[in-house]
T-cell receptor, first 113, second 111 residues
Framework: DAGVIQSPRHEVTEMGQEVTLRCKPI?????LFWYRQTMMRGLELLIYFNNNVPIDDSGMPEDRFSAKMPNASFSTLKIQPSEPRDSAVYFC???????????FGSGTRLTVV | DQQVKQNSPSLSVQEGRISILNCDYT??????FLWYKKYPAEGPTFLISISSIKDKNEDGRFTVFLNKSAKHLSLHIVPSQPGDSAVYFCAASRPGEDMRFGAGTRLTVKP
């Protein structure tokens, strides 16, 4: 089992550009979560999906952020346009529905200059 | 709304001594609590958990204590080792719902 796979590991982009982060959950896990880690707020939940359906996106900062899960093995988090304050580490995690513990990916470190 | 709080952003202890990391929560509906450890450039990894029906869970050098009346849990590491240096996140959950994390505590264990 390769675990939760995120790409890219690092992304540096200019303000105003579109950024797309990708996640492949563990096979058989039907809940997927996107988190953002910042120094001030720690791990913030942005959005989560059950069986590919978005359940709670109340943590998405603003309309510039969007997330999709077109199938059980792939999800994207898009920021358009990106801003310097979006700079953070973004984590994807997955688990079985009804379970407790998550398995996290290694994260994408986003820097917007 | 920070439902899970870790009020100490950092903690430094000497190798061989006990490390105590604290966590408070506000939602009495939480019934499962977890600790995750995170090394730089890696994702958080599960460390230890406890159900609300228990008040203590032990796994080797790691013990988690839960005080439901105070809505407080703590992680004890004894003896602490330099390899324990990491950021520790406290998390709380209800069945089938998303997990809420604290802001993390950076533990440094000095040789």
């Amino acid at each position: 089992d390769a675990g939760v796979i995120q790409s890219p590991r690092h992304e540096v982009t200019e303000m105003g550009q579109e950024v797309t982060l990708r996640c492949k959950p563990i096979s058989g896990h039907n809940s997927l979560f996107w988190y953002r880690q910042t120094m001030m707020r720690g791990l913030e939940l942005l959005i989560y999906f059950n069986n590919n359906v978005p359940i709670d996106d109340s943590g998405m900062p603003e309309d510039r952020f969007s997330a999709k899960m077109p199938n059980a093995s792939f999800s994207t988090l898009k920021i358009q346009p990106s801003e310097p304050r979006d700079s953070a580490v973004y984590f994807c995690a997955s688990r079985t529905t009804g379970g407790y513990g998550y398995t996290f990916g290694s994260g994408t470190r986003l820097t917007v200059v | 709304d920070q439902q899970v709080k870790q009020n100490s952003p950092s903690l430094s202890v000497q190798e061989g001594r006990i490390s105590i990391l604290n966590c408070d929560y506000t939602n009495s509906m939480f019934d499962y609590f977890l600790w995750y450890k995170k090394y730089p450039a890696e994702g958080p990894t599960f460390l230890i958990s406890i159900s609300s029906i228990k008040d203590k869970n032990e796994d080797g050098r790691f013990t988690v204590f839960l005080n439901k009346s105070a809505k407080h849990l703590s992680l004890h590491i004894v003896p602490s080792q330099p390899g324990d240096s990491a950021v520790y996140f406290c998390a709380a959950s209800r069945p089938g719902e998303d997990m809420r994390f604290g802001a993390g505590t950076r533990l440094t264990v000095k040789p």
